[in-house]
């Protein structure tokens, strides 16, 4: 028996050590990843209910190494948001974004771009002042950028994103709420924030599939009918998901059923497709 308890010890001990070695090396490549050009930007279409058109892009980050190849974000993005590694490389998005999708405005497509902020991010001292500079450098109008925020990143220091929201807005810059329903924001904060946009969180709208009821849902749109807010439908996978959203006047959706997330080549095919329409 005590020799059992050895090995499990020895075991435990290496399994820490692997661990510990393999956040070690994620990090170490991290840190050269942005001057090698290793982050590419992915972007998913909006989709306008009423008119089945494309009225906007998420843009969302992955990582390709030689070794880890093409990497999503959930492993990666919150170890640069804890080693802070996040406000360069969300500049990075930003200002690489902003410069693509305004080529496609100069070439007359109107369309707005998202772009998810992370906490560290959003809390930085000169956050407002680095997206004004941005905005300023590629000449992206304001008005077609919208910011998507969670609600616990909103409600950690509610004071200081009252502020931070209220000077965006004063750029003329758009606010989203990410992931909505699945957060703890009390409903007078909301009221308080300058928001522009709720997304319904993909749980609910997958909830729909598995013959679920969509309370939520209609709640969540009743609420942005409410405070006058535009609501996207997030994950919509299944026309049936598509019906029982327009059937209630969700203005606007985004999900496999639509598009994946591509890269920027089939993005401008996908635009010029949907233009000729
Ligand atoms: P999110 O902002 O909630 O983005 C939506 C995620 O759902 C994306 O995953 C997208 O690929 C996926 N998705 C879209 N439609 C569907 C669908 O119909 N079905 C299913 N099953 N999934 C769908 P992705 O790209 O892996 O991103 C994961 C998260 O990583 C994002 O969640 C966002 O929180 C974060 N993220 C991505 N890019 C950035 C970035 O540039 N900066 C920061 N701070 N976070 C980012
Ligand atoms: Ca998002
Ligand atoms: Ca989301
Ligand atoms: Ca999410």
């Not at 840190?31 to 843009?59: M, N, W």
Request: proline share 3%; with cysteine.
């Amino acid at each position: 028996a005590s020799e059992l308890r050895t090995n499990s010890y020895c075991f435990y001990n290496e399994e820490m050590n692997s661990k510990a070695y393999e956040r070690i090396s994620l990090e170490n490549a991290l840190r050269t990843a942005l001057t090698k050009g290793e982050f590419v930007l992915f972007y998913q279409p909006k989709i306008l209910s009423e008119t089945d058109t494309i009225s906007g892009v998420e843009v969302l980050i992955r990582w390709r190494n030689e070794e880890r190849g093409l990497v999503p974000p959930g492993e990666f993005i919150p170890v640069v948001e804890e080693n802070g590694m996040i406000i360069e490389i969300g500049e990075w998005v930003l200002r690489t974004a902003c410069k693509q999708v305004k080529t496609w405005l100069d070439q007359g497509f109107e369309i707005s771009l998202s772009v998810n902020v992370s906490s560290r991010q959003f809390y930085e001292n000169c956050f407002v002042s680095r997206i004004e500079g941005i905005l300023l450098e590629t000449q992206f109008p304001a008005s077609l950028l919208t910011i998507e925020i969670t609600e616990s990143i909103a409600m950690k220091d509610i004071n200081h994103a009252i502020s931070c929201l209220e000077q965006l807005k004063g750029l003329n810059v758009q606010i989203s709420i990410d992931d909505f329903g699945t957060g703890y924001s009390s409903l007078s904060y909301l009221n308080q924030l300058p928001l522009s946009e709720l997304k319904i969180d993909r749980s609910f709208i997958e909830n729909l599939a598995n013959n679920g009821n969509g309370a939520i849902i209609d709640m969540i749109l009743a609420l942005g009918r409410t405070l006058n807010l535009n609501v996207v439908a997030e994950g919509v996978e299944t026309i049936e998901q598509k019906l029982y959203l327009k059937e209630r006047n969700c203005r606007e959706m985004q999900g496999f059923l639509f598009s994946k997330p591509i890269p920027i080549n089939e993005l401008e095919i996908l635009l010029k497709s949907f233009d000729r329409k």
